[in-house]
């Protein structure tokens, strides 16, 4: 099995332009989400899914969209990139939910300057 | 908002030692987990708590949930190079969907 499988791994971007992060699993997990880790701040939830079809905000949510139409896929659309953009984002699922634990992805890098 | 404190921030100790880092909140959690990352990789779950008082061991690895569920710690007995890495608690409160993180522990084994 893959696991949590993110792509690209590395992305800069200019401000304003779109691009969305990819996001699949082979686990038949009906819990995903995604995640931002910026320095000093943790990782922080932006959008989560409780199975396909059904999506709803995280913490920081704004400047961010999904969907998920499959229960393999919950890609992550940023609409029009800013600098406060710049981070680490991870997807992750889970079999159970929060309460039973994550399989995270490797993380996609992105800097918009 | 939950909040999860870590502590120590950073950590650097010579192979061998025995560590404890510390998860602390004010907050009464349903469950905790601890998460091990390394440069350039997502956190790797290590393990979950669920019941106040319970004790996990993973070879050199034990974990303890408080009995009240608000607070956790890992202890690391005679730490290898291996286990350098990024330790991240995190805890699951109400909801099933979010999990709240702490900041970190960096712990640092050097030879």
């Known amino acids: 099995n893959a696991g949590v499988t993110q792509t690209p791994k590395f992305q800069v971007l200019k401000t304003g332009q779109s691009m969305t992060l990819q996001c699949a699993q082979d686990?038949?997990?009906?819990?995903m989400s995604w995640y931002r880790q910026d320095p000093g701040m943790g990782l922080r939830l932006i959008h989560y899914?409780?199975?396909?079809?059904?999506?709803d905000q995280g913490e920081v949510p704004n400047g961010y969209n999904v969907s998920r139409s499959t229960t393999e896929d919950f890609p992550l659309r940023l609409l029009s990139a800013a600098p406060s953009q710049t981070s680490v984002y991870f997807c992750?699922?889970?079999?159970?939910?929060?309460?039973?634990?994550?399989?995270f992805g490797s993380g996609t890098r992105l800097t918009v300057v | 908002t939950q909040l999860l404190e870590q502590s120590p921030q950073f950590l650097s100790i010579q192979e061998g030692e025995n560590l404890t880092v510390y998860c602390n909140s004010s907050?009464?959690?349903?469950?905790l987990q601890w998460y091990r990352q390394e440069p350039g990789e997502g956190p790797v779950l290590l393990v979950t708590?669920?019941?106040?008082?319970e004790v996990k061991k993973l070879k050199r690895l034990t974990f303890q949930f408080g009995d009240a569920r608000k607070d956790s710690s890992l202890h690391i007995t005679a730490a290898q190079t291996g286990d350098t890495g990024l330790y991240l608690c995190?805890?699951?409160?109400?909801?099933?969907?979010?999990?709240?993180f702490g900041k970190g522990t960096l712990l640092t084994v050097n030879p």
């Open positions: 708590v669920v019941t106040g008082g």
């Open positions: 995190a805890a699951s409160g109400g909801s099933n969907y979010k999990l709240t």
């Open positions: 907050s009464v959690f349903s469950s």
């Open positions: 899914s409780v199975g396909a079809g059904i999506t």
């Open positions: 992750a699922s889970s079999e159970q939910g929060a309460r039973y634990g994550y399989t």
């Open positions: 686990m038949n997990h009906e819990y």
